[in-house]
């Protein structure tokens, strides 16, 4: 989680046209209800935009940032993460998770012994993995974010339990 309860919505891809509109991509499952959510952040706090959305464009959506006026200005912003507050967002579903909220978590086998804490969540299109900094072990491991691998996601009690399929620990 980044900057006082903040969650990462979307990203800037780069400019599009030469007015200072913006290809952004949106991390929300409603790609649209990213302009709702705002203002949205950089990662540091520094910096917050209104959002205006254009159109629907190839992998994104065209939109303009306040305070930003032109295609180099637009440009500058390319591979920044966008931010919205945690409480602009709505609460997720049971068996719903925000990548943010994951991020930390201690991982435990079906024994109780300690694999490892997630790194990274990544989604390379198949669905959610979980990427693991293996304890006591350099290097990492991944595991597919199902309820066969992952059957107890707690929170509250910031653990996860893993029942990890043969040999795919290393």
């Known amino acids: 989680m980044s900057g006082g309860g903040r969650v990462c919505v979307g990203a800037v891809a780069g400019s599009f046209g030469v007015r200072g509109e913006v290809r952004l991509k949106s991390f929300c499952a409603e790609p649209m209800a ?14 917050s935009f209104t959002v205006t959305l254009g159109v629907p464009i190839k992998n994104g959506l065209s939109a303009r940032l306040s305070g ?12 920044v993460r966008l931010y919205a507050d945690r409480e602009r967002l709505p609460a997720p579903e049971d068996e719903e998770y925000y990548h943010a909220d994951l991020i930390g978590l201690e991982v435990f086998d079906t024994g109780g012994t300690l694999i490892g804490k997630v790194k990274a969540v990544l989604n390379h299109g198949a669905g959610d993995i979980l990427e693991l900094h293996l304890a ?18 707690d929170i509250a009690g910031r653990r996860i339990v893993a029942d990890p399929p043969e040999g795919s620990l290393g």
């Open 34 to 47: 990213i302009a709702d959510y705002g203002p949205l952040w950089t990662e540091d706090g520094a910096r």
């Open 68 to 79: 930003v006026t032109s295609k180099e200005a637009a440009d500058a912003l390319r591979g």
């Open 136 to 153: 006591g072990r350099s290097g990492t491991a991944l595991l597919p974010f199902t309820l066969a691998v992952i059957p107890t996601v």
